[in-house]
């Protein structure tokens, strides 16, 4: 069964930095596109980034762009989210996504079917 756990969200101050993982289970992540997803209090989810199934290539919103930066491990099945200088407008759940198995392999930021459960970040002022 495809499943998605998220982790390593937290308590950060202005400025500093968090990296999320997005580990996978049940199936091989060099066949997926994976992207990140975010949700603040009272918004809809928008999306943060994806990344490819083999090049690694990735996307990411301008908001991004510049502090954050995704990158994945698929011996570990892990993905990951770096986000540096962190603003109080990052604070969300954040949510890791599936999409596949593909053969295409640059990625997008929508159409995904697999979700996980999110990992809250709160960027304290």
């Known amino acids: 069964q495809l499943r998605l756990v998220e982790s390593g969200g937290g308590l950060v101050q202005t400025g500093e930095s968090l990296t999320l993982s997005c580990a996978a289970f049940g199936f091989n992540l060099d066949e997926y596109h994976i992207g990140w997803f975010r949700r603040a209090p009272g918004k809809e989810r928008e999306g943060v980034g994806c990344i490819s199934p083999r090049s690694g290539n990735t996307k990411l919103k301008d908001f991004a762009k510049g502090r954050f930066t995704i990158s994945r491990d698929n011996v570990q099945r892990t993905v990951y989210l770096q986000m540096n200088d962190l603003k109080s407008d990052d604070t969300a759940v954040y949510y890791c996504?599936?999409?596949?198995?593909?053969?295409?392999?640059?990625?997008?930021?929508?159409?995904?079917?697999?979700w996980g459960q999110g990992t809250p970040v709160t960027v304290s002022s």
């Open positions: 996504a599936a999409f596949g198995p593909t053969i295409q392999d640059t990625c997008t930021i929508w159409g995904y079917e697999y």
